[in-house]
């Protein structure tokens, strides 16, 4: 009679590869129950892979199986880079997850970043979260739901505008006047090298303390990240962006409730948070001047406009938001203008000439009149394209209906799709074939373009213009940081000389959910 067994098992054995395995044996029972989940897992990466509806985009065939691929990217600190590697390689649609599409086609930037409600961030962000009295609690960049985003956004939104900043133009005189005399007394009085790049950030800390709460936390005043809060906020980013690729991490990791695996908070700034609130509340607050708002007094408005939605806990998720959000950003733009910009004596001293015909040593430049330097206008610009602080993918879930691509391929709903940045900033196609480098007087108006074709030309090179996001989700902090940037960078660049100690120094940089730097070793001379 012929045997039932299927080809290979005889009598409790089973044999593979000439390898016999005894299956009524405690190891044989032992190899099969690994073996056999081994191959039921590896069928069901198969299957997923050959079926997927993304499966006809080109890409590393590695990332069509698992997201571990893109965590790896993102762990070599290395990400845009990669990516873009990838763009050259495969072309505007590249697949680098299982179900995620990187693109590089700003021309649709407006349809995935808009402001319609129907495209919502995806699990990525989630881990930007912190749990409170045991509930997973979100805030404005990472509540992923568009109709509580607008609910959350919706009381403060008024207080990011232009008048409201300019109104903290007082505020960041005072803090700009502290960097100078700081960077005079430590570094220029004595002769000594500055590590320039860590005072950028130690100023942007401050600043953002200031503008918040009307306190400096003093990482100035003590020449360095003396709570840790720096490092700790590193942390925290490269957190978001390493369990943002397999987003359930962040459960086994940062959520358990049995212990929290995930970067450790940032105590210190959240205790001087919570003390300025209540301060404020009570109206001990000895460090606010009523003629000088900042955004505690903003959100306490807040509160009595809208106390259906703003308590104080949701006062303090908003300054420590600021915090997160608006103080590496700005340093890292800060550190890439004076870097890109020193290493490039010709585009530095073109910058340095303009400044200083307009502006004398240690007086806090007026924002009205810094924004008025065309130069530094396209310094500035050319710097948020060639080095965006937030250096990855921005992810969203394709909505009912699909995404239909300019090849007229449609990416099914479910999918996700995002563009980076660093990416569409260097995308050949808009930006010239000298898009790799680093070239400000490329945002001027050039010799024999009329006015009309240079609006075109601009309002072109704004939809490859993500460094700040797009749509209801674009950046909130924009007007603040840019006010802050066009203020410092001339006032600096009219009081000092500045010069890279080392010419040929090569920054360090990291590349994951910001692209960090580190670096600009400098020597500063007082010019009179
Ligand atoms: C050069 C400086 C900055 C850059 C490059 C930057 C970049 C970005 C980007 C790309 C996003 C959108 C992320 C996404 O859609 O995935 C974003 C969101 C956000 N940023 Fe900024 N940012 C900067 C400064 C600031 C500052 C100074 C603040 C606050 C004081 C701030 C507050 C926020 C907030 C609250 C969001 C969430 C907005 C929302 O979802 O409604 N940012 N930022």
Redo the contacts with the bound molecule.
Sequence with gaps: MASVLPRGWSNGTWSVGGVDFNVSSNAGKATIAVIAPSIACFLWFWVAYQTSPLRKYPGPFLAGFTNLWRLWQVVSADYAPRMKKLHEKYGPVVRIGPNLLDLDLPEISRVV?NTDGKWV?SD??KNSSSVIDGKITY???S?CDNVE?AR??RPVVRH?SVPSVLAMEPHMDKVIADFLAHLQKRYVEPKKVCEFGEWLGYYAWDF?GI??FSKKFGYMEQGRDFDGTLAIADQSIDYLGLCGQMPWLDYWLDKNPIYALGPPNIANVTGIAIQSMTARLKGEDKNFVSEKPD?LQYFIESKSTHPEIVDEGKIIG?LL???I???D??A??MRALFYHSLKNPRVFNKLQDEVRSHFEPFQPAPHAKARALPYLDAVVRET?RYH???SMI??RIVPPGGLTLPDGSVVPAGSLV?MN?YIVGRNKSIFGEDADDFNPDRWLQKDGETDLQFDERMKLWNTAH?????????????N???M??WKVVPTLIATFDIALENPNEVWWTCSRWFCRNRGLSCRLRRRF
Excluded at 466 to 478: A, D, N, P, Q
């Design positions: 970043y961030k990525f962000y805030h404005m960049f509540e985003h959350l956004k990011y953002l503008v918040t955004f908003y938001l600021n915090l959000a608006g103080a950003t700005t890292i733009t948020l965006p602080a937030v921005m992810e995002g940045p993500l460094t700040f996001g797009g749509g209801s989700r674009i950046c909130l902090g924009r603040l940081s840019l802050e940037v």
